[in-house]
């Protein structure tokens, strides 16, 4: 079994900084790919960004430039620092961890709020 769990979120203003952590953990564990989603109050959950078990990263096009995933494999921790925040980045912040056996984990998820 794979526990995942979230830290980090919380409140900033807009245009400043936020750094998400999101660790899987379990006994004798093989993670593949671990992503960030996040889901604003009635929208559609949206991949943010992930970091698959070669290394590739995808990023989703709004938050290019602005947001960098990075990923702890000895640790199967995935972070995701968030910068020059804007109010629409508001939303819950999920972690995705899917296990070599194809078997996906999720979070609680975390808030993250950014204030105009």
């Known amino acids: 079994q794979v526990q995942v769990v979230e830290s980090g979120g919380g409140l900033v203003q807009a245009g400043g900084s936020l750094r998400v952590t999101c660790v899987a953990s379990g006994d004798a564990i093989c993670i593949s790919a671990m992503g960030w989603y996040r889901q604003a109050a009635g929208k559609e959950r949206e991949l943010v960004a992930g970091i698959t078990s070669g290394g590739s990263t995808y990023y989703s096009d709004s938050v290019k430039g602005r947001f960098t995933a990075v990923r702890d494999f000895a640790k199967n921790t995935l972070y995701l620092q968030m910068n020059s925040l804007k109010p629409e980045d508001t939303a819950v912040y999920s972690c995705?961890?899917?296990?070599?056996?194809?078997?996906?984990?999720w979070g609680q998820g975390i808030q993250v709020t950014v204030s105009s």
């Open positions: 995705d961890a899917l296990a070599c056996d194809q078997n996906e984990y």
